[in-house]
């Protein structure tokens, strides 16, 4: 090659660097300032695990000391059937939780939940469960009205090397923010003040560590800036990595300012409910032979159970999605496992709903309307009629 042509292409390649300029980021929290770190300076807005188990453990019984003031009670025993829900991961497939919790509402025995918990797909359904069946029109538009360009943006084939993800999220946090404005945000306060908690599960890729945000908490805190945690945790227990862009949160560690970066809850686990050590006190009067109050556990997987054979290409990209999808499946399929074997311990009645052989559908690109309304279509029908919970994972 004449050197003339290859300064040229040099002085191109150089070019080409400069216009795709890593993203830049704050200083990360270092590792020995870990603790006492905070957002807003709410006390209570989040729950790192493991080093927060006493502080969640404590946000546990302070609920359910609101539950009893405002249900006028005077003894723990009195308290009604605690109703938990956990909403899991899933990305277009949380079309069928939408369903099955609108369907569960036109059938009539929909309840109202003491908990509910969210990741991914399911932070974004999870404010609705919470604040019940007059929202489900909202609900039912989040998965069937939206199109692709709702939640995201390719960055095209650069981005791979160049960027810190293949598309954009920001149509996704614009979808978010439509939806959850101050009147929603009020609502979850109000639902956090009788008692009742909303957890939203993220992944800290900086510590490696799960992070629980405590959005009731946060939307009754009163802060100005309240609304827009709380849409930016959702974006961030949404986030794919590598798909979306992770988010970053400024945060304050010993006074200094820092930022953390956060990814998809799924990260660490599909769905979740409870920290073992909030049940130790049910599980001692268990033991003792003394009553506890009843309590239901009912568990949305947006996903199916049953493996889903494909051909793979002898090719180092196959190879490597087919591999991470078989994790990521098995990690669902782990924790409903899981989460039975806690309930099991913990004398809770469990309930499993999951996307079964029945449904057929399929679509061509991620977040497709026609699949997301028939998939929502079969939950909700399913749902209507009397939705037939597994009382175990399959």
């Not at 009843?294 to 054979?309: E, F, V």
């Not at 009397?386 to 399959?394: H, L, M, S, V």
Request: glycine share 10%; aromatic share 8%.
């Amino acid at each position: 090659m004449p050197a003339l042509s290859r300064r040229g292409l040099l002085a191109g390649g150089t070019a080409l660097l400069a216009g795709c300029a890593m993203p830049d980021r704050g200083p990360p929290v270092p590792q020995s300032a870990s603790n006492g770190v905070t957002v807003l300076g709410v006390p209570n807005e989040r729950f790192v695990l493991p080093q927060d188990l006493h502080a969640i453990e404590a946000e546990f019984r302070e609920a359910g000391r609101r539950r009893m003031r405002h249900l006028g009670l005077t003894h723990p025993s009195q308290l009604p059937r605690f109703q938990l829900l956990g909403v899991s991961g899933g990305g277009e497939d949380g079309a069928f939780g939408a369903g099955l919790l609108c369907g569960w509402t036109a059938h009539g025995t929909r309840p109202e939940f003491e908990l509910v918990t969210g990741v991914s797909t399911g932070a974004l359904t999870a404010p609705f469960a919470f604040l019940g069946a007059q929202w489900d029109d909202a609900l039912r538009s989040v998965y069937t009205d939206i199109t692709p360009g709702d939640v995201l943006r390719s960055r095209g084939i650069l981005a791979a090397i160049f960027d810190d993800a293949l598309a954009d999220s920001a149509p996704l946090f614009r979808t978010i923010s439509r939806y959850l404005d101050e009147r929603m945000l009020a609502a979850i306060a109000r639902g956090h003040e009788s008692g009742r908690l909303l957890l939203i599960g993220s992944t800290n890729l900086d510590a490696q560590l799960p992070v629980i945000w405590n959005v009731g908490a946060i939307a009754a805190s009163g802060h100005p800036r309240a609304l827009e945690l709380v849409r930016r945790i959702l974006l961030a227990s949404a986030s794919i990595p590598g798909a979306f862009p992770p988010v970053m949160f400024d945060v304050v560690a010993n006074g200094t300012p820092h930022q953390e970066m956060h990814v998809d809850g799924g990260a660490f686990a599909q769905v979740f409910l409870y920290p073992r050590q909030v049940t130790e006190l049910r599980r001692e009067r268990l033991r003792r032979g003394q009553p506890v109050v009843p309590a239901s556990a009912w568990i949305i997987r947006n996903g199916r159970l049953d493996a889903q054979w494909a051909a793979v290409d002898r090719r180092a990209m196959s190879i490597a999605g087919r591999a991470i999808s078989t994790m990521i499946a098995s990690s669902g399929y782990n924790d409903v496992v899981r989460i039975w074997n806690t309930t099991q311990r913990d004398g809770i009645d469990y309930n499993l709903a999951f996307i079964p052989r029945a449904f057929t559908a399929t679509y061509t690109e991620p977040f497709e309307q026609t699949y997301m309304r028939a998939l929502f279509a079969f939950g909700f029908d399913r749902a209507r009629r009397g939705y037939d919970w597994a009382k175990q994972p399959p």
